[in-house]
């Protein structure tokens, strides 16, 4: 099974700016660890082909990044070209919503 996450969920102190790549077209899901709807769209996801990779956000410790795409509730999922937005889905969503949103 190929892991089609990147984690950017580690970094030293909550208020840190981190880097993230940019570059081509992404889905950024931003989640928490106490979040019962992320972790259960982190394991419907797994093994799961979208055609785009998943780029996983910790809204607690990148709270920097949160506030730049006007994250409010997790989880929230934005399909960004180029680090911007293009589309948005808040709160629990299926693998064929997450499908539909990248196509």
Not at 15 to 35: E, H, M, N, P, R
Request: proline residues 5%; aromatic residues 4%; hydrophobic residues 40%.
């Amino acid at each position: 099974m190929v892991n089609r996450f990147q984690h950017v969920m580690n970094t030293p102190e909550p208020t840190k700016d981190i880097q993230i790549d940019v570059s081509g077209i992404k889905v950024l899901k931003f989640s928490a660890t106490w979040c019962g709807p992320c972790k259960a769209l982190t394991e419907a996801l797994k093994g799961v082909d979208i055609g785009v990779p998943i780029v996983e956000i910790d809204v607690d410790k990148n709270q920097n990044l949160a506030q730049q795409y006007n994250i409010r509730g997790v989880p929230t999922l934005i399909l960004a070209q180029d680090g911007k937005e293009v589309k948005r889905i808040v709160g629990a969503a299926s693998i064929d919503q997450l499908k539909e949103m990248v196509n």
